[in-house]
């Protein structure tokens, strides 16, 4: 008989997270790395991507988010100008060197005109791999928008058939929507701490555990946030001083790791937009009927917002204004990533906004390359002070 | 399909009186200017419209006057007056980093909208495509500080690398049949703000002059085939282009574009070029800089350098000029959405694999060299061009020229600095053996005789 290992949760969410921050630098599976199932790799630039698809093709979905501060500009540089954002560039960097030649395919989507020409850039220089964009309407007010996306995903479908030689049928369909179905309750409950009660979890750790999604199986991921969720329930840690701020601008170009815990260091982030992508049905897809229907109707009728999405019933001042109260906010960190031109648009819309509500917000402007953090620690302290100022 | 348009539109009758096309267009633009300030006073309602996947024929049937935000801002460059908008907008919040139409525009909001040009009035409606996706950010601005409601329209647009749309086949059917629920959708807005029912009689009327005008481009574009080309693409083409937006549809619109084809082909007809000694044909790709047009055009022109072809002229000019874009004035909605989705792929969303269609156009319009306009307010022209331009170097071999300023920022000229890399560009272009000095190729008798 084995002695009982007692549980420390500590040391579980410790566990947990390194191997998500590991995951985060990991390079994209191939060859004899691919777990178990999946004959190959499909790369998906943000916003969102229907993942379900490719992963009943036996596709381990790999979302490609830039090159973070560590990588060496080499090649990207000649390709693309000096004034493009740095996911671009870092993505085409990471093709060009090689890093993301074993994927099957690249899909990105009409989000801005940067990520539709990284569709170009893929065709010219990596024509074995099915370079496309998924073209997901900007439209979804009018009536057939649902018919005119389950005719996208139909296609994307049957490219992916062609790519892979394997027919994805309903079922899998259905099986890799359940899967997916658990995996948004619980990043759905991973955000509830970060409201409820965010002394628990930081807004670093909150990305890192949703990040992981990006390199690994959904059924692994569940598996992973479900160990991450039990431990956190467990953490004894007392509330501090801070006070409670939602983060926008992360949509797309990821911020640096180090800019998170600057903030969090300061505040607790209670709700936030980073891989929103990732999160964007926001409800259960449903896993009865045709499965491709059930997609593009969730697209349309359960999802939630970005700048790069354009939809009459929710203005972008009204959801951040849902975020703020729903999380009971105290004030907004209002970022966009340099060159980003539709971050960069709703960062002056929103201040103008939350001017006039008088909410408090700081505003900074992140690159996914930079490394010095100095100065947006002091703005984000001086920032944290006033709001602790005003609400005592 | 309807063909009664083509056969009956004259190709090379003489025209009656001299063309003057640029004094022509210039006297089209301070009419279009004229009646946009005029607009509230009659009554009349008002939509923004972009140049790229706008629904003009149906805003016409419903009488709208139409403002092209794109092209006030671009004449606040032209009227040198941009710097001003901009830095209005700037001191507003806007971003330096972002489109610098936006940034004129949103400085002619902050000016309650006195333009150079008059006074211009606020839209009831706004149609932005998918196209350029700041075209959306952009009406969402109007939304904001207007009160202008938007309408998104989104035109599925090429999805990749080689791919070929045919007219009927499945995928096609399938984007036009979207694009035709939006324009329904569009209709029944329309008819709420102008409180009249649609005709549809009136849209195959539209549709037969837009049919008429396109008929006429097509001619005067393939025209520029010729050497030596009769006109330069960036800069006479602007005025045409401008004329087939603002006018599309319109029987002032089918008139300029007829006598201006007329006027071409006589001057094809003399051997008249528009450099006096035509000695390399170029294409421009990207957009113009419209602070300092003039003084580009004319960098190249003391070389014997003209643009025969932009790709400008077929993106900003709604993709009409991309092939079999006639509609069928019998089924007049369900054309133009049918037509609608294939401008989008074929004239407007390849701007994303650009390579391909700038390699058939090297050959098309049988030039020596690329230049390339990169710019940081157009992400849509300028993301991946640098890589294009490595792409055709490598592959085809053809020489091109990469230069930078911006759209009407005249912050971003560097006179001296162009100056160096277009000399530079000639120098290397006679070096290879393009372009013997004064020694203009023969004209190629069958050209301009479009189908
Ligand atoms: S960061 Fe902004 S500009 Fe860059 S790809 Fe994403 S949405 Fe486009
Ligand atoms: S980004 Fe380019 S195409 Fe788009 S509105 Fe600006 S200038 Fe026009």
Same mark, same amino acid.
């Given at each position: 008989?084995?002695?009982?290992?007692?549980?420390?949760?500590?040391?579980?969410?410790?566990?947990?997270?390194?191997?998500?921050?590991?995951?985060?630098?990991?390079?994209?599976?191939?060859?004899?790395?691919?777990?178990?199932?999946?004959?190959?790799?499909?790369?998906?630039?943000?916003?969102?991507?229907?993942?379900?698809?490719?992963?009943?093709?036996?596709?381990?979905?790999?979302?490609?988010?830039?090159?973070?501060?560590?990588?060496?500009?080499?090649?990207?540089?000649?390709?693309?100008?000096?004034?493009?954002?740095?996911?671009?560039?870092?993505?085409?960097?990471?093709?060009?060197?090689?890093?993301?030649?074993?994927?099957?395919?690249?899909?990105?989507?009409?989000?801005?005109?940067?990520?539709?020409?990284?569709?170009?850039? #893929?065709?010219?220089?990596?024509?074995?791999?099915?370079?496309?964009?998924?073209?997901?309407?900007?439209?979804?007010?009018?009536?057939?928008?649902?018919?005119?996306?389950?005719?996208?995903?139909?296609?994307?479908?049957?490219?992916?058939?062609?790519?892979?030689?394997?027919?994805?049928?309903?079922?899998?369909?259905?099986?890799?929507?359940?899967?997916?179905?658990?995996?948004?309750?619980?990043?759905?409950?991973?955000?509830?701490?970060?409201?409820?009660?965010? #002394?628990?979890?930081?807004?670093?750790?909150?990305?890192?555990?949703?990040?992981?999604?990006?390199?690994?199986?959904?059924?692994?991921?569940?598996?992973?946030?479900?160990?991450?969720?039990?431990?956190?329930?467990?953490?004894?840690?007392?509330?501090?001083?801070?006070?409670? $701020?939602?983060?926008?601008?992360?949509?797309?170009?990821?911020?640096?790791?180090?800019?998170?815990?600057?903030?969090?260091?300061?505040?607790?982030?209670?709700?936030?937009?980073?891989?929103?992508?990732?999160? #964007?049905?926001?409800?259960?897809?449903?896993?009865?009927?045709?499965?491709?229907?059930?997609?593009?109707?969730?697209? $349309?009728?359960?999802?939630?917002?970005?700048?790069?999405?354009?939809?009459?019933?929710?203005?972008?001042?009204?959801?951040?204004?849902?975020?703020?109260?729903?999380?009971?906010?105290?004030?907004?960190?209002?970022?966009?990533?340099?060159?980003?031109?539709?971050?960069?648009?709703?960062?002056?819309?929103?201040?103008?906004?939350?001017?006039?509500?008088? $909410?408090?917000?700081? $505003?900074?402007?992140?690159?996914?390359?930079?490394?010095?953090?100095?100065?947006?620690?002091?703005?984000?302290?001086?920032?944290?002070?006033?709001?602790?100022?005003?609400?005592? | 399909?309807?063909?009664?348009?083509?056969?009956?539109?004259?190709?090379?009758?003489?025209?009656?009186?001299?063309?003057?096309?640029?004094?022509?267009?210039?006297?089209?633009?301070?009419?279009?200017?004229?009646?946009?300030?005029?607009?509230?006073?009659?009554?009349?309602?008002?939509?923004?419209?972009?140049?790229?996947?706008?629904?003009?024929?149906?805003?016409?049937?419903?009488?709208?006057?139409?403002?092209?935000?794109?092209?006030?801002?671009?004449?606040?460059?032209?009227?040198?007056?941009?710097?001003?908008?901009?830095?209005?907008?700037?001191?507003?919040?806007?971003?330096?980093?972002?489109?610098?139409?936006?940034?004129?525009?949103?400085?002619?909001?902050?000016?309650?909208?006195?333009?150079?040009?008059?006074?211009?009035?606020?839209?009831?409606?706004?149609?932005?495509?998918?196209?350029?996706?700041?075209?959306?950010?952009?009406?969402?601005?109007?939304?904001?500080?207007?009160?202008?409601?938007?309408?998104?329209?989104?035109?599925?647009?090429?999805?990749?690398?080689?791919?070929?749309?045919?007219?009927?086949?499945?995928?096609?059917?399938?984007?036009?049949?979207?694009?035709?629920?939006?324009?329904?959708?569009?209709?029944?807005?329309?008819?709420?703000?102008?409180?009249?029912?649609?005709?549809?009689?009136?849209?195959?009327?539209?549709?037969?002059?837009?049919?008429?005008?396109?008929?006429?481009?097509?001619?005067?574009?393939?025209?520029?085939?010729?050497?030596?080309?009769?006109?330069?693409?960036?800069?006479?083409?602007?005025?045409?282009?401008?004329?087939?937006?603002?006018?599309?549809?319109?029987?002032?619109?089918?008139?300029?574009?007829?006598?201006?084809?007329?006027?071409?082909?006589?001057?094809?007809?003399?051997?008249?070029?528009?450099?006096?000694?035509?000695?390399?044909?170029?294409?421009?790709?990207?957009?113009?800089?419209?602070?300092?047009?003039?003084?580009?055009?004319?960098?190249?022109?003391?070389?014997?350098?003209?643009?025969?072809?932009?790709?400008?002229?077929?993106?900003?000019?709604?993709?009409?000029?991309?092939?079999?874009?006639?509609?069928?004035?019998?089924?007049?909605?369900?054309?133009?959405?049918?037509?609608?989705?294939?401008?989008?792929?074929?004239?407007?969303?390849?701007?994303?694999?650009?390579?391909?269609?700038?390699?058939?156009?090297?050959?098309?319009?049988?030039?020596?060299?690329?230049?390339?306009?990169?710019?940081?307010?157009?992400?849509?022209?300028?993301?991946?061009?640098?890589?294009?331009?490595?792409?055709?170097?490598?592959?085809?071999?053809?020489?091109?020229?990469?230069?930078?300023?911006?759209?009407?920022?005249?912050?971003?000229?560097?006179?001296?600095?162009?100056?160096?890399?277009?000399?530079?560009?000639?120098?290397?272009?006679?070096?290879?053996?393009?372009?013997?000095?004064?020694?203009?190729?023969?004209?190629?008798?069958?050209?301009?005789?479009?189908?």
């Amino acid at each position: 008989m084995t002695a009982q290992i007692p549980y420390d949760h500590q040391a579980e969410l410790e566990d947990v997270l390194e191997r998500c921050n590991a995951l985060r630098q990991a390079p994209v599976p191939s060859g004899d790395a691919l777990p178990e199932g999946y004959t190959g790799t499909l790369g998906h630039f943000p916003v969102y991507f229907p993942e379900e698809i490719a992963h009943a093709a036996g596709l381990l979905p790999v979302s490609v988010l830039g090159g973070g501060n560590k990588l060496e500009m080499k090649h990207a540089d000649a390709r693309m100008g000096s004034f493009v954002c740095s996911i671009c560039r870092s993505t085409a960097e990471l093709g060009l060197n090689g890093s993301l030649q074993s994927l099957s395919g690249f899909i990105t989507h009409p989000i801005c005109d940067a990520a539709k020409h990284l569709a170009g850039i #893929w065709s010219r220089n990596f024509p074995e791999q099915l370079s496309q964009i998924l073209y997901l309407p900007q439209n979804v007010n009018t009536p057939g928008a649902v018919r005119y996306v389950a005719a996208e995903y139909q296609r994307l479908r049957a490219e992916l058939e062609r790519k892979t030689g394997r027919s994805i049928s309903d079922e899998a369909l259905r099986a890799s929507i359940r899967v997916y179905n658990e995996n948004r309750r619980l990043l759905r409950d991973l955000y509830a701490v970060r409201r409820d009660e965010p #002394w628990k979890l930081s807004c670093t750790e909150s990305y890192l555990l949703t990040r992981a999604r990006t390199r690994i199986p959904c059924e692994e991921h569940n598996a992973l946030l479900g160990r991450a969720l039990d431990a956190i329930g467990q953490r004894r840690q007392a509330a501090q001083d801070k006070p409670r $701020v939602v983060f926008v601008g992360g949509f797309c170009e990821q911020p640096p790791l180090e800019m998170l815990e600057t903030i969090d260091g300061n505040c607790y982030v209670v709700d936030d937009d980073l891989l929103v992508g990732l999160r #964007w049905l926001t409800s259960d897809v449903p896993d009865a009927g045709d499965p491709v229907w059930a997609l593009a109707e969730s697209f $349309v009728e359960r999802s939630a917002a970005s700048p790069v999405q354009h939809d009459a019933r929710k203005t972008k001042e009204g959801y951040l204004m849902e975020m703020i109260s729903s999380s009971r906010a105290d004030g907004a960190v209002l970022t966009a990533a340099k060159f980003c031109e539709p971050g960069l648009d709703e960062q002056v819309a929103w201040s103008k906004h939350l001017d006039q509500l008088r $909410v408090p917000y700081l $505003v900074l402007e992140f690159e996914e390359k930079m490394t010095s953090f100095e100065q947006m620690g002091m703005q984000v302290e001086t920032f944290a002070e006033s709001l602790l100022f005003t609400l005592a | 399909m309807t063909t009664a348009t083509l056969e009956n539109a004259p190709a090379g009758a003489p025209a009656a009186a001299p063309f003057d096309a640029r004094a022509e267009g210039q006297r089209l633009f301070s009419d279009w200017y004229a009646a946009l300030a005029d607009a509230p006073a009659r009554g009349q309602p008002v939509a923004n419209v972009f140049v790229m996947g706008n629904a003009v024929e149906i805003l016409r049937t419903f009488d709208f006057q139409l403002v092209f935000p794109e092209i006030n801002s671009l004449q606040t460059g032209v009227r040198k007056a941009s710097e001003e908008y901009i830095r209005v907008s700037e001191d507003y919040g806007m971003s330096p980093d972002v489109c610098s139409y936006v940034k004129a525009d949103v400085g002619l909001i902050l000016k309650e909208q006195h333009h150079p040009a008059g006074q211009i009035p606020k839209a009831d409606i706004a149609i932005a495509s998918n196209m350029c996706s700041t075209f959306i950010k952009w009406a969402e601005i109007w939304e904001r500080m207007l009160n202008t409601p938007a309408f998104v329209l989104d035109l599925p647009g090429q999805r990749g690398g080689n791919w070929q749309v045919r007219p009927g086949d499945a995928q096609h059917a399938a984007d036009a049949r979207w694009v035709e629920a939006q324009f329904r959708d569009l209709i029944e807005k329309c008819e709420r703000i102008t409180g009249k029912r649609f005709d549809m009689d009136r849209l195959a009327e539209v549709e037969d002059r837009v049919n008429r005008m396109v008929y006429h481009w097509n001619n005067v574009m393939q025209l520029n085939r010729v050497c030596p080309a009769p006109y330069n693409a960036m800069l006479d083409g602007l005025t045409y282009i401008g004329i087939m937006n603002v006018y599309r549809g319109t029987t002032e619109g089918v008139e300029f574009m007829r006598r201006l084809e007329d006027e071409i082909r006589g001057k094809v007809a003399r051997g008249e070029g528009r450099v006096a000694q035509e000695r390399f044909r170029l294409l421009f790709s990207g957009t113009p800089c419209y602070v300092s047009m003039r003084r580009l055009i004319e960098l190249f022109e003391t070389w014997g350098g003209v643009f025969a072809y932009s790709d400008y002229l077929t993106f900003a000019a709604g993709g009409m000029d991309a092939g079999e874009l006639v509609y069928d004035t019998s089924r007049p909605l369900e054309s133009l959405a049918e037509i609608t989705a294939l401008a989008a792929q074929r004239g407007l969303s390849n701007q994303f694999f650009a390579h391909e269609r700038l390699a058939q156009q090297v050959r098309d319009y049988d030039v020596d060299g690329i230049v390339f306009h990169g710019i940081k307010s157009c992400r849509f022209v300028s993301s991946g061009m640098a890589d294009t331009r490595d792409y055709l170097n490598r592959r085809l071999q053809v020489p091109s020229l990469y230069i930078e300023s911006d759209l009407i920022d005249p912050r971003y000229w560097s006179d001296a600095q162009i100056k160096n890399r277009v000399d530079a560009f000639f120098e290397s272009l006679h070096q290879q053996g393009g372009g013997a000095p004064l020694a203009p190729k023969t004209v190629a008798a069958e050209a301009g005789r479009a189908a």
